[in-house]
């Protein structure tokens, strides 16, 4: 293989399993053994890694003070204010969070971690009101996003805040709530069809008793566990939460249904049957190791096929936290990643619905389209941003207690004040690189010769980088 | 290149020089003597659940006064529709348009298995899914899927707005967000996108970056389509200072001009008020009705009136009983707003909720949202409501 051919391999991996990687580092790499290069990139932290932003004691204190003013029948003015006030704090808790994330998602040194977390987020897909719960819920999918599926599995479903989401909270003996056996089969692990509405309440069953306890803590409660017998894909015992989540993984189908979202959000809007059964295969036979998988995915040769290089639309958080690495961006005001990622369609910890996003075409339209090719000229060049943005429905009680009435929405000018470290980036370039370079190097798919030579014709790297990560082009990877 | 200039210089002097593919080009706005006919729709979505019970208050209720102790709209003060029902007083700019029969309400809608949190049961209604069904497509992006005669245009559903919302999102078609038609068309004539759209049209293929680019070009070819044919018709009404009123007055400056568009999406903000809830919904409901009314009337004296259908739906409504904070909290079924020139029905569509029969306190809905789409579908838009909504809805006679 030539270096040529190797380089752009690594840079596509790069792009996928992670978030970019800078000319020199891919120059680097590209000199080592590929399967070495991947070995290395499924490599985590020895110790987790999590993000702290809320801790359980704050969380307890807030919950309990909510509580409390709740139960009061009628409340003075001072208590509407504290209620007032845990909204807004609330929020902006939640905001920071967020925040967190963003930061985490461009300055990590686990990329292929992050990239895994932020892809179970969307296969777990869950809302919580609670920071606490929802930072929980985050740290769970990133520390065993490279472990073992089952793990994962039963982890996530033991979070307060998929307890609270899917119901299981209520979920009792001669009272089942089949909300989490639901979507346990279909969107978790098998998907429609593999299973019958018979096997979900039976399951819902076996579930009873998995929640949290007086203190937002899970506990499995035996008092509510309904330890009948219980008929589960035609075999019939005394099953609890962890038979059915055992029943469920030793069908090889939900290996499939797993490996078919991982091709999807790491290979191809539409991945190739055979390549989803193989990659299903090994994730099966290795006994759901993550990493088993992604291994196979990565150094699979039809991973580097040219079809598979170049054509997936980026997502938004791809899009931004990609840009702000490659650009070595800071912001002065990081609010303004949480408007960029309403208005781009995928505010993290806020996902349209259990099924998570979408993805694929379904994040281009006009409007968001429009935003994507102005990003760069507002994050890089200080441009002006004309757009007032659009609140998520769930902010909806922070409006209402924060001002008297909707504001005027006329233009409120405003920059992004971010401040790009444009020697860094330099600095990971060599000195001689030309215009025509650089573009084929920040695009995935090379664009036709007119845009190519008007790009050809700039002076300077910045200017350069600016036009490149405005096109069309920059959109997939 | 010097900072700050890049992407901001505007080209408004060259407009319009877009390459645009023949299959692309827009259609002509609409004659003033063709426009007479052309029927448009409006779909006004009040976010954050709007409190239904404090908008057409059941002041026949006792029940009505007994779980709002603090927070209930005195008789005296109620807008009376008969003896049961009647306005919240701050909706008193909408007594013309009911009296001119102009307004339709229907109650308690709503649909089976409510959610109560507010972005699932959005994209319910946005989507018009059931409870436990995920669509990715809105019902009126799947209306523009459905090859109505100028769906291929994204101008034929417009949202006031900077961000698509779901239900204008098809599968293969979507609708156009246009906050500013002006802004809009400013940046999409950028001389730097401009020329890589003049240069592009081999990249028209099937494959993602041919999607992109044929995003990018029909953006730019609907944005001047806009701007053009929108500066045609300059509105005389007085539209109050809000900002939902400039919205309205947006929209009317689009149908008046004659676009070729078939569906208006505006949205309001602020109506989750589970605290010191009369004054934050009062002022929201006064902004809404003042606002409708310049705007129904501005229609009217424009002829437009006849031709136009506005919805107005929240997400839910809230609970019949009161919170402890003079708020309300999540509830499920809702009254919905129907306002035009050529109404069926008007005035009260349905009898008022039975707040003596509720399911853990909340409404019962008794008509289906989808219900309401499929009449409008079917009878406004002349689309195959069951395409659409993919099953059968029956369909209302208000219209």
């Known amino acids: 293989m030539d270096r040529k051919e190797r380089f752009s391999k690594i840079k596509h991996l790069y792009n996928r399993a992670g978030f970019g990687l800078s000319y020199l580092e891919t120059e680097q790499l590209s000199r080592r053994n590929l399967a070495k290069v991947v070995d290395k990139l499924l490599e985590g932290p020895t110790i987790p890694d999590e993000i702290r932003i809320q801790s359980a004691e704050d969380n307890r204190r807030l919950l309990r003070e909510q509580q409390e003013l709740n139960a009061r029948k009628d409340q003075n003015e001072a208590e509407k204010e504290r209620k007032k006030a845990y909204l807004r704090l609330r929020n902006q808790k939640n905001q920071e969070l967020n925040l967190a994330w963003i930061d985490k998602l461009i300055h990590t040194g686990y990329p292929l971690q992050e990239k895994m977390t932020l892809f179970w987020h969307g296969l777990f897909a869950c809302r919580s009101e609670t920071t606490y719960f929802a930072q929980q819920l985050n740290n769970v999918q990133r520390r065993y996003a490279l472990g073992n599926f089952r793990t994962l599995l039963i982890e996530v479903a033991r979070t307060p805040a998929m307890l609270q989401y899917l119901n299981n909270q209520q979920n009792r003996k001669g009272r089942p709530n089949e909300n989490f056996a639901r979507e346990l089969m279909e969107l978790f692990t098998l998907g429609r069809g593999n299973y019958t509405e018979q096997d979900i309440k039976e399951s819902a069953r076996a579930f009873t008793g998995w929640m949290y306890n007086r203190d937002w803590v899970f506990e499995f409660n035996e008092k509510v566990h309904d330890t009948g017998t219980k008929t589960f894909f035609g075999k019939t015992g005394r099953f609890n939460g962890e038979d059915i989540i055992d029943m469920i993984l030793a069908r090889p189908e939900a290996a499939d249904f797993i490996a078919e979202k991982a091709c999807r959000f790491f290979v191809s809007d539409q991945p190739q049957p055979a390549h989803i059964k193989e990659a299903g295969r090994r994730f099966y036979e290795s006994g759901y190791d993550i990493k088993a998988l992604m291994r196979h995915i990565f150094t699979a040769d039809w991973f580097y096929a040219p079809e598979n290089r170049g054509n997936k639309i980026k997502s938004p958080t791809e899009l931004l936290v990609g840009l702000s690495r490659t650009f070595h961006a800071r912001y002065a005001d990081p609010k303004v990643l949480i408007r960029l990622q309403q208005n781009l369609g995928q505010y993290l910890f806020n996902p349209p619905n259990v099924a998570g996003w979408p993805g694929g075409r379904s994040w281009i339209d006009s409007s968001s389209l429009m935003l994507r090719m102005k990003i760069p000229s507002l994050v890089l060049n200080d441009g002006e941003i004309d757009f007032s943005g659009k609140a998520d429905p769930e902010e909806e009680a922070v409006i209402a207690v924060s001002r008297a009435a909707v504001p005027s929405r006329g233009k409120r000018k405003s920059f992004v004040n971010a401040e790009v470290d444009w020697a860094a980036f330099t600095r990971d370039f060599p000195k001689d690189i030309t215009p025509a370079e650089l573009a084929a190097f920040l695009l995935q798919v090379q664009p036709a010769g007119k845009v190519m030579s008007m790009l050809a014709d700039n002076k300077g790297l910045r200017s350069t980088a600016i036009e490149v990560a405005s096109l069309p082009e920059y959109q997939l990877c | ?399």
């Open chain 2, 1 to 399: 290149m010097k900072r700050r200039d890049f992407l901001k210089n505007t080209a408004l002097a060259t407009a319009g020089a877009w390459m645009v593919p023949a299959f692309l080009k827009p259609l002509e706005a609409l004659a003033m003597n063709d426009l007479s006919g052309y029927k448009n729709l409006v779909v006004i979505q009040l976010s954050g659940g709007n409190d239904g019970l404090n908008t057409v208050v059941p002041f026949g209720s006792d029940i009505y006064y007994q779980k709002r102790r603090s927070i209930a709209i005195k008789p005296e003060e109620v807008i009376r529709l008969d003896d049961m029902q009647g306005l919240n007083p701050n909706l008193a700019a909408l007594q013309e348009i009911y009296d001119q029969g102009w307004m339709t309400i229907i109650n308690s809608v709503g649909y089976p298995n409510p959610d109560r949190s507010h972005f699932r049961s959005m994209d319910i209604w946005q989507s018009g899914s059931d409870a436990n069904q995920f669509l990715s497509t809105g019902w009126i992006g799947r209306y523009l899927d459905s090859n109505c005669q100028t769906c291929k245009f994204p101008y034929t559903a417009i949202e006031v707005d900077d961000a698509l919302s779901l239900a204008l999102k098809g599968k293969t078609k979507k609708g156009i967000a246009v906050r500013d038609p002006a802004a809009l068309f400013r940046n999409t004539n950028e001389p730097f996108f401009k020329r890589i759209a003049q240069q592009e049209k081999e990249h028209l293929d099937e494959d993602n970056l041919g999607y992109l680019y044929k995003t990018m070009i029909e953006t730019a070819s609907s944005a001047s389509y806009i701007q053009q044919n929108s500066k045609i018709y300059q509105a005389k009404a007085a539209y109050p200072a809000s900002g939902f009123a400039s919205q309205l007055k947006t929209v009317s400056r689009f149908i008046c001009s004659g676009l070729q568009t078939r569906v208006y999406y505006v949205s309001m903000s602020g109506f989750d008020t589970h605290v010191n809830q009369p004054g934050q919904q009062g002022n929201l409901l006064k902004q809404y009705a003042e606002g409708m009314n310049v705007f129904l009337k501005d229609l009217q004296a424009n002829n437009r009136l006849d031709d136009t259908l506005v919805l107005t739906f929240s997400e839910f409504g809230r609970r019949v009983e009161q919170n402890a904070s003079n708020g309300t909290d999540h509830g499920t079924a809702n009254n919905l707003f129907v306002f035009g020139g050529r109404l069926n029905r008007k005035g009260l569509f349905n009898a008022a909720p039975d707040l003596a029969d509720l399911e853990s306190g909340d409404l019962k809905y008794k008509v289906d949202f989808r219900e309401v789409y499929a009449t409008v579908l079917d009878k406004w838009l002349g689309a195959g409501s069951n395409q659409v909504l993919s099953r059968n809805f029956s369909t209302l006679d208000f219209i």
